[in-house]
């Protein structure tokens, strides 16, 4: 097992460092920030995933895309509505809706 380790370059190590530090900081990014929605509490981080069940078709798309779940990208309202091929007034309502169902969970200045 010692040789397998013994075939990885100090270069490559180096690469695979840099790699793990960028997937990192891009993890740790305020995602939330850059879609158009508040800095939430851990609270709410649940909430954002359990509170599925409650919503409409319509509102778990845009759930999905305003934080980027299911393996969805996260997306602006805008580029959201784009998608879908919705008005923008719609996905702000939307939007509003999924916002005031988390409410009920969480405390108004953690979502």
């Known amino acids: ?9 100090l270069k490559d190590i180096k690469r695979l460092e840099k790699e793990q530090r960028r997937s990192l900081i891009a993890s740790t990014k305020d995602t939330d920030e850059t879609a158009g929605i508040p800095n939430m509490s851990s609270r709410a981080e649940e909430v954002k995933l359990l509170i599925i069940p409650e919503l ?4 778990r798309v845009v759930h999905e895309y305003s934080f980027g779940l299911n393996g969805k990208p996260q997306l602006k309202p805008g580029a959201i509505a784009k998608k879908l091929k919705m008005d923008n007034s719609k996905v702000s309502k939307l939007r509003s809706s999924i916002l ?12």
Do not use: C, L
């Open 56 to 59: 409409s078709m319509d509102e």
């Open 100 to 111: 005031k169902k988390m409410q009920k969970h969480v405390g108004p200045d953690d979502v």
């Open 1 to 9: 097992m010692k040789d397998s380790f013994a075939r990885i370059s």
